[in-house]
């Protein structure tokens, strides 16, 4: 097991050193676009600097995971460049042991966030406020049962509408209550146990329509 060494990137650019902090400002730059490592050979993309064009980069390791030679689609690629030099950083930093394959992408950078109402329709009038006042809980009823007239999947009235109530418990204990109280702790014998449970878990008809009516349908 052994990992991409800064020795070998040196040994490979010893004639080419501005390729080195080239490179390292590329990969610094974020300029790996993705990398990917399998049985010595290193394949990857690199942004160029100043354009917006992607070039791919193929390096070939030996044996003791030195560089034998790169390939890059740039116009010096045939001459050590940045480019191979920025991907090799990259492994670098990123292989941790050249006996098992690696593949990476770089993530898409979403950093917009959604514009805000006030951005999407700005006011012709300077500094104007389009509320006089705060809105009350009246305000918010009232635009509520407006809402409810477009049918029940209007989304606002959807978000307006109040949490339903918490569920009652059900006039029954679980299986799993029961075990676990108290009273069921303190019972000694399974045979005890059992009818103990059994007891319980006994159900009788006006509880079970009590139950079918609780739990009939879905929330309105
Ligand atoms: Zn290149």
Request: a negative charge; charged letters at 25%.
């Amino acid at each position: 097991m052994a990992a991409l060494s800064i020795t070998a990137l040196s040994n490979f650019f010893s004639e080419e050193h501005k390729s080195i902090s080239r490179g390292e400002n590329h990969y610094k730059s974020g300029h790996i676009e993705c990398f990917s490592y399998a049985d010595g050979v290193i394949r990857g993309q690199v942004h160029a600097s100043m354009k917006s064009k992607v070039y791919k980069v193929t390096i070939y390791l030996d044996e003791k995971d030195c560089i034998k030679s790169t390939d890059c689609e740039c116009p010096r690629g045939a001459f050590k460049c940045s480019h191979a030099a920025a991907l090799f950083i990259h492994g670098i930093h990123n292989v941790s042991r050249t006996d098992v394959e690696c593949s990476w992408k770089k993530k898409k950078v979403t950093d917009k966030t959604p514009d805000s109402a006030t951005e999407l329709f700005p006011s012709n009038k300077e500094n104007y406020i389009c509320l006089s006042r705060m809105p009350t809980d009246e305000d918010r009823r009232s635009l509520s049962s407006h809402l409810r007239e477009y049918g029940r999947f209007t989304g606002l009235w959807w978000i307006m509408t109040p949490e339903p109530e918490p569920p009652k418990p059900l006039p029954i204990p679980t299986i799993e209550e029961v075990i676990l109280s108290e009273e069921f702790q303190c019972i000694e014998g399974l045979q005890n146990q059992i009818a103990h449970v059994q007891e319980r878990a006994t159900v009788s008809n006006e509880i079970v329509k009590e139950v079918a009516q609780l739990t009939k349908g879905q929330r309105d």
